[in-house]
């Protein structure tokens, strides 16, 4: 019941408070400000949002002096506007996405307010804002640490564990008798759901890539996210099409084996996920991949001999061709979970 990130804020701005009103230096309340801007949820998203705010910070306070006395002929709403204006375009061509607003500030309360005082002013507001985005970082490494790789593969294993329970209940749609009390019906909304739960995924790789110093694009950490975002979206699309191509029990007994044999399979596929998920929400730095691979059960691996039975013809045209979808797809998936193995180990540098 307790959010740690807003608890983490509220603990490191007051003591950051605390510590600017024992200084007795003034304008102190700055640093409370640049706590509450700059805390994100994660280090490497603390890290974006600081630097844009001390950038914002110097842009701003540039063109406060540049227009508070460049522009003294000029009409004060005028020269304000004009101020703003050119902090937007140069906040554009920078690409920044919050540091403007701060920028905004200086030059609105530099100018209204301060106006008498800028040289004093302006060095204190930039050095609280410093002191109070240091202390958000500090706060985020020591304080319930927050760290964008510890986010994604939390998220990665809550999609893991979505997968099992998707891939359970679509086995039990082809066999009955692995139907689980109260499963949800797989439809197009889960599968909306699943595909939304990645993409949530996919937006915090610039947060993780803040973390990890220089070519972060090379760091095992986003190598190996890339590869699990990979795999997902492979399964993610079986979950897709068999949900597209829905399975008919009505037709010979052979078809009835071919559906069940599928069923099996993922179960199989789901336990295995489970094995992904263990060694995700149990890593200590990385997740090293699991010891055993995917083993398939006998009447998947026998599925040849199956198809070669003169039986299958007997059934319809329009049900081969599903039957076939919906196997190319399971195979398909397979293909994804040992290639998301192989890369695994590969990026960890086993063999």
Same mark, same amino acid.
């Given at each position: ?46 890290? =974006? ?6 950038? *914002? ?17 000029? #009409?004060?709403?005028?020269? $304000? ?21 701060? *920028?905004?500030?200086? &030059? ?7 106006? *008498?005082?800028?040289?004093? @002013?302006?060095? &204190?507001?930039?050095? @609280? ?12 490494? $020591? ?14 294993? *809550? ?12 086995? =039990? ?7 689980? +009390?109260?499963?949800? #019906? ?6 909306? =759901? ?6 949530? &995924? ?6 993780? $890539? ?31 099409? $068999? ?8 037709? #010979?007994?052979? !078809? !009835? ?18 094995? @992904?998920?263990? +060694? &995700? ?13 995917? +083993? #398939? ?46 890369? @695994? ?7």
């Amino acid at each position: 019941m307790i959010n740690h990130n807003a608890l983490r804020t509220a603990l490191t701005a007051g003591l950051g408070n605390a510590f600017a009103s024992l200084s007795g230096v003034e304008f102190s309340q700055y640093v409370a400000l640049a706590v509450l801007a700059v805390s994100s949820g994660t280090y490497g998203g603390a890290i =974006a949002l600081g630097r844009q705010r001390l950038l *914002g910070t110097v842009l701003g306070s540039v063109l406060l002096l540049i227009g508070y006395e460049g522009l003294r002929g000029v #009409p004060m709403p005028l020269a $304000l506007a004009l101020t703003l204006g050119a902090l937007r375009l140069l906040g554009g061509l920078l690409k920044l996405r919050v540091g403007y607003k701060a *920028g905004g500030m200086i &030059i609105v309360m530099g100018w209204l307010v301060h106006e *008498g005082g800028l040289a004093t @002013w302006i060095p &204190i507001r930039f050095f @609280w804002t410093s002191f109070g985005v240091l202390i958000t970082l500090l706060g985020l490494r $020591l304080f319930w640490p927050a760290r964008g790789l510890d986010n994604s593969l939390d998220l990665m294993a *809550g999609l893991l564990s979505q997968l099992q329970s998707c891939f359970r209940d679509l086995a =039990a749609r082809v066999d009955p008798s692995k139907t689980v +009390q109260g499963a949800d #019906p797989i439809g197009i909304g889960r599968y909306r =759901a699943l595909r939304n739960q990645l993409i949530a &995924i996919r937006q915090q790789r610039p947060a993780l $890539l803040q973390e990890l110093g220089t070519l972060p694009e090379r760091h095992p950490a986003t190598l190996l996210m890339a590869n699990f975002e990979a795999t997902a979206s492979r399964l993610i699309t079986l979950v897709g099409g $068999l949900v597209r191509e829905p399975p008919a029990l009505q037709d #010979p007994q052979l !078809v !009835v084996r071919l559906h069940r044999a599928e069923a099996e399979f993922l179960e199989a596929m789901a336990g295995h996920l489970g094995l @992904w998920e263990q +060694q &995700i929400r149990g890593r200590k730095v990385l997740p090293e991949p699991p010891e055993t691979l995917l +083993q #398939p059960p006998p009447s998947w691996q026998e599925l040849g001999r199956e198809l070669n039975d003169p039986t299958a013809n007997t059934a319809s045209l329009e049900l081969l061709e599903r039957i076939a979808t919906r196997l190319m797809l399971c195979r398909q998936a397979e293909q994804a979970i040992r290639d998301g193995e192989a890369h @695994w180990s590969t990026i960890l540098g086993r063999t």
